[in-house]
């Protein structure tokens, strides 16, 4: 892959057509606030995903729950359209809670696809609920859909345990969605490991896209100048903690980490950025109010300084002012603070999960260590303050492994390759189901066509044959059959439906005899002397005057039943003919026949069925009279 940054958004221009895509983030708004509970790395993802995709030239939505009164219904923002969706309180709610607000959710996506004057081509939902309205719009629409969870609810609930606020239905509408998915986007290995092993999902319908970072807003600046800028101190080893305040992210691991640090790095300070408000308000953001408890439990309360949010123009200042930049998490599916980091320069401890194992290279662009170590997050870290060769090492390949690797550009280009790959999959789809459909058409009206002509031809010779073969029965005779292949099996269903019963429930057994059915004597004689004599010895065996002998054959020259007719008028047994086409040899040695008018194998055996069940049925009703018919005299 090309390191220009891009490089891939210019081949998303100049190689495929421009397509409309639904990009669904129901708690998530590109145009949310980073840093509180509910704004993170999935609100980057859609902004710079849709972002991107618009300026390649595609028309993207992004539908987004609306929670405030004030957003308009549609928001043109950065060449794409945010449409805010009315689903439960225009107001905040945890996305713990939103799951009762979908179905409302999905019914106004739904709406608004309908009304539209044009069909989205695919759908991008982003998080397992908007992957529910996904669903219903591939449902109803025909429109495939890709998904990329962000999180995992199975991996979630191993490291949360009872913490986790999701109901367990999540489960469950996962499987059923990368079940249903035409692709899922895995962010690193784990995330793809983990669909594998627990989801058992399709591995041929995983492609691994990472998440990215806007060279734009993260790319090394002057330290000194960035402190001066914050407001930092310029001569202070500084830990950064960036992102969401949030139990799972483990920041209380780094404050504890941080009194051992001390031991070495006695001015060692760490910043912790993020919170529900500007200002690090304990009462906004409870997760503050634990870290400060903590702070002064661990006696560096003194050496730890909240900062709050902090608008997306800062963050290289905030990187780059950082001697290191720190997130142990229990679990993380990516991670984009990581990589943002990277890209300024800053090397990187992370804890050993999820996606951060991937994208922080241990000993190239950082250090992992375990999550819940604080002793081993202390020694990483002291390594990198006091050994400034390392530092150097660090931040010059977190910087090359991040313009490699994570860029917007080269996200949102494999992200485009992808949906196109989709896109196609689905025409071929429709083009292999057009196909089927026909072939379905086609046999329907060829048979039609064929029954037409089989019907013009057989109307009243079928009647005359269904006399003879009562006449047969009613006067104490029996009926011998035979054929080949699809023949024989005709042959085996019309002896089943007469030995048996086919309409009448109370009329008697009637005596039918396939020839060919007993097999040992078939196959040795066929073995012994030839096949082509196999149903003229079996006639020879079975056949008496006044039987009647019928021979299926869709060409009418199967060897083995002409002889078997000649056999049969030797010894005074009708011979009745059902044949394709012309009628071949049988037409002129059968008493009577019926011809289907094709030299379409299939046709010939369907209307072969069909005259099979008539014949029952006409036999049925001749034999209530249990008497003897005459024969209408051949015409």
Not at 488 to 502: I, K, P, T, Y
Request: with cysteine; aromatic share 6%; proline share 6%.
């Amino acid at each position: 892959m090309n390191a220009n940054p891009q490089h891939g958004i210019h081949r998303v221009r100049s190689g495929h057509s421009r397509r409309r895509v639904a990009v669904i983030s129901e708690h998530a708004s590109p145009l949310g606030t980073i840093g509180g509970v509910d704004g993170g790395g999935q609100n980057v993802y859609v902004a710079q995903v849709a972002k991107r995709l618009a300026a390649a030239g595609h028309r993207v939505d992004v539908f987004t729950r609306r929670d405030r009164e004030d957003l308009p219904r549609v928001v043109e923002h950065e060449g794409y359209r945010v449409v805010h969706v009315d689903a439960g309180p225009p107001s905040f709610v945890r996305k713990e809670d939103l799951l009762p607000h979908m179905p409302a959710f999905t019914e106004f996506v739904c709406q608004y696809v309908a009304e539209q004057p044009w069909p989205y081509d695919v759908v991008h939902a982003n998080f397992w609920m908007s992957g529910m309205t996904a669903r219903e719009l591939k449902r109803r629409f025909d429109i495939p859909f890709i998904i990329t969870f962000h999180a995992l609810g199975k991996v979630r609930r191993i490291y949360q345990g009872d913490a986790d606020g999701f109901a367990d239905d999540r489960l469950a509408i996962e499987e059923s969605l990368v079940a249903e998915a035409d692709r899922v986007i895995a962010e690193c290995p784990q995330d793809e490991i983990d669909l594998l092993a627990m989801y058992g999902a399709d591995p041929r319908r995983i492609t691994m896209i990472p998440c990215g970072y806007d060279p734009t807003e993260c790319s090394p600046v002057d330290r000194a100048e960035a402190r001066e800028r914050l407001g930092l101190p310029a001569d202070r080893p500084i830990l950064l903690q960036l992102g969401r305040l949030v139990p799972r992210k483990g920041i209380d691991n780094v404050v504890r980490a941080l009194a051992c640090i001390r031991e070495r790095v006695p001015d060692a300070l760490l910043v912790v950025a993020g919170g529900e408000s500007d200002e690090p308000d304990p009462e906004a953001t409870p997760e503050i109010g634990r870290l400060l408890g903590i702070a002064q439990a661990s006696g560096v309360a003194d050496a730890v300084r909240f900062v709050g949010r902090r608008p997306r123009a800062e963050l290289k200042d905030w990187y780059s002012a950082a001697d290191i930049f720190v997130t142990t998490p229990w679990y993380e599916p990516f991670g984009i603070t990581p990589v943002e980091a990277m890209a300024c320069g800053t090397p990187v401890i992370g804890a050993n999960v999820g996606g951060i194992q991937y994208t922080v290279a241990d000993g190239d662009t950082g250090l992992l260590v375990p999550p819940h170590d604080p002793d081993a997050l202390a020694l990483a870290a002291t390594r990198i303050f006091t050994d400034p060769g390392l530092q150097q090492r660090l931040a010059i390949g977190g910087i090359r492994r991040a313009r490699d690797l994570f860029t917007w550009d080269r996200v949102a280009a494999l992200i485009d390759e992808l949906v196109e790959a989709v896109i196609s999959e689905r025409a071929d789809e429709v083009a292999r189901e057009e196909v089927r459909r026909r072939t379905v058409q086609d046999g329907f009206d060829g048979l039609v066509r064929v029954l037409s002509a089989a019907r013009a031809r057989n109307t009243r010779e079928a009647t005359r044959m269904a006399r003879m073969i009562s006449n047969c029965f009613a006067n104490g005779n029996k009926v011998l059959v035979c054929g080949n292949g699809g023949s024989a099996a005709d042959a085996q269903h019309f002896a089943g439906e007469l030995v048996a019963r086919f309409r009448a429930e109370s009329r008697r057994a009637l005596p039918v005899i396939v020839l060919g059915a007993e097999f040992s004597s078939l196959t040795a004689w066929a073995n012994d002397v030839s096949w082509e004599s196999v149903f003229e010895r079996q006639v020879e065996a079975f056949g008496q005057p006044g039987d009647v002998l019928i021979g299926f054959s869709t060409s009418g020259r199967s060897t083995n039943v002409v002889r078997a007719f000649h056999a049969a008028k030797c010894r005074g047994v009708q011979t009745l003919a059902m044949v394709g086409g012309d009628g071949g040899d049988l037409l002129h040695l059968a008493t009577a026949s019926l011809v289907v008018p094709t030299r379409d194998t299939q046709r010939i055996q369907e209307v072969h069925g069909l005259l099979v069940h008539l014949l029952c049925e006409l036999i049925e009703q001749d034999l209530a009279t249990l008497e003897p018919i005459e024969v209408e005299a051949a015409s």
